[in-house]
Nanobody, 117 residues
Framework: QVQLVESGGGLVQTGGSLRLSCAAS????????MAWYRQAPARQRELVAV???????NYADSVKGRFTISRNNPGNTVYLQMNSLKPEDTAVYYC???????????WGQGTQDTVSS
């Protein structure tokens, strides 16, 4: 069992920055894939950024160049640094963790990010 707790969301103006944190606990030794997703009202959940053990990262085109995912190893905390925020970034952001890409996906409770215009 894996527990994920997100923090760091809030209200920010257009062009501002936020740093989200995801603290993982439980059976986390073999977690190899962690990711950030977001879901806006009336929209599907979308993948934002992925961090895979070994240090490889991937980003959605909409956030590339503005967001950075990182991991504090062996602290098991994953971060999402969000810069140059836009109103369209407003969403609930979720952290996820998996032992492999096709394994069960654990989710955090989500944290609200609101970007005002």
């Amino acid at each position: 069992q894996v527990q994920l707790v997100e923090s760091g969301g809030g209200l920010v103006q257009t062009g501002g920055s936020l740093r989200l944190s995801c603290a993982a606990s439980g059976s986390i030794f073999n977690i190899n894939r962690m990711a950030w997703y977001r879901q806006a009202p009336a929209r599907q959940r979308e993948l934002v950024a992925v961090f895979v053990s070994g240090g490889s990262t991937n980003y959605a085109d909409s956030v590339k160049g503005r967001f950075t995912i990182s991991r504090n190893n062996p602290g098991n905390t994953v971060y999402l640094q969000m810069n140059s925020l836009k109103p369209e970034d407003t969403a609930v952001y979720y952290c996820s963790a998996q032992y492999s890409e096709d394994s069960y996906q654990y989710w955090g409770q989500g944290t609200q990010d609101t970007v005002s215009s």
